[in-house]
DNA sequence: AATCGAATGGGGGTTTTGCCCCTTTTTTCA
DNA sequence: TGAAAAAAGGGGCAAAACCCCCATTCGATT
């Protein structure tokens, strides 16, 4: 019996190109074809549409992969996700893999590449490149302090992308200049910034901001 | 007789399901696939290679969309290319359609309009969808006042994206900080930017700068 | 030969930032 | 309830950024 495979992304094309090239492999089929988390988790009411694996994009609308595969592990746990992504930070991927992915594609890799992947994600249990495994082994190693930011600052740092001085962002934000300069400067400790680019590249790399 | 299409896009996954999809059209044969526009330009010095048209992605390491694209109008000018992108800014767009693109599809296509656009584009020349459109046209009305930058203004532009002083800047470019401040001054002017953050900005959505 | 315009560099000023120190108020929690 | 930890705000200072106007050089133009 051929393995059911459900493909989520939110681009059309890729969506339906995904799914013709899984099709042709010979021990799979598409049950689902999705394009964002909450579609794909809605169709799952319906058992028939269960898969055994799912090729999930990361940057979606409504629903992020990261997320979907985070409820998908509490939900269905016995469900494989593999992440299929164009060009990712290391960070996403990380989180991506901590959310209960069992699998990580790039955007170079050839369709026997992508069928081996899907084997062997049914067969072990998982699938990791050697970008991946080298990406794991690295991450352990590296200070994983995770800087967590409050919820005020991550309303300020969007505001430091812009051209606005501080003066001004405390106005939009009802706070004392002084306070704003407070925020900075913890922000700037924590990080390890040396000013308001760096600051700007930070939001951008991490996602808080869309330049 | 099939039209020959040739497709190029370096994330090989998608330059092989875009070419499956389109082998699965009646009208069309894929002819050519090609991880660069390096790669795709050497290919047509065979002739059985050459295509009607190229599904043609911007991003690509060696030779990019834009520059293929220009290059190709030159030396085939036959051949029709229809851009095929994952998110791209106003500006990549209508460099493209400048170099010659016949047809630009989105990310969110169906398979469907991708096979209509391809019998449009041999058909008629041309394939837009209504965005596209608007966007051209938008392009005539808005002052297209073409700021052009000089190569000097470029490097210090890449270099202003960092944590860097404008002191260091001049250190690292052998000059005076007084004339990178007069870059500085002159690009603030052109652009109408009121600080450091704005030209970060606007270097990274014009594609001066990868954060 | 005179002129223009770039590219480069400078003087001097104000504003903004970055970085110390500190106090008051509010929240949390043992 | 009382101590501790946050969040919010402040003073002051040096460095950096910003914004004027101006000088020299050098090659291209006419």
Redesign the interface.
């Known amino acids: 019996m051929k393995h059911k495979v459900a493909v989520v992304d939110?681009?059309?094309?890729?969506l339906?190109?995904?799914g013709?090239?899984v099709s042709?492999f010979e021990n799979f089929e598409v049950v689902c074809l999705c394009?964002n988390g909450q579609e794909f988790l809605n169709k799952l009411k319906i058992p028939s549409n269960i898969p055994d694996v799912v090729l999930m994009d990361i940057n979606m609308p409504l629903l992020d992969g990261i997320e979907t595969t985070a409820i998908l592990k509490e939900q269905f746990p016995k469900v494989k996700v593999v992440a299929?992504s164009?060009e990712e930070n290391e960070k996403t991927i990380l989180k991506m893999l901590r959310a209960g992915a069992k699998g990580y594609?790039m955007?170079?890799?050839?369709?026997e590449i992508?069928e081996e992947a899907l084997n062997q994600v049914i067969e072990k249990g998982y699938y990791h490149t050697n970008t991946i495994s080298k990406l794991l082994i690295g991450s352990l190693t590296k200070d994983e302090t995770e800087v967590e930011l409050k919820e005020r600052e991550v309303a300020f740092i969007k505001h430091?992308?812009?051209?606005m001085t501080y003066k001004e962002i405390a106005e939009k934000m009802f706070l004392s200049p002084k306070t704003i300069e407070g925020y900075r400067d913890s922000i700037y400790e924590k990080l390890h910034?040396?000013?308001?680019?760096?600051l700007?590249?930070y939001a951008?790399?991490n996602g808080l901001f869309e330049?």
């Not at 955007?107 to 369709?111: P, S, V």
Request: proline share 3%.
């Open positions: 939110d681009h059309t094309l890729l339906e190109a995904i013709g090239l042709d394009k299929l164009v594609l955007k170079d890799t050839k369709k992508l430091a992308c812009t051209e910034l040396k000013n308001r680019i760096g700007v590249l951008i790399r330049p």
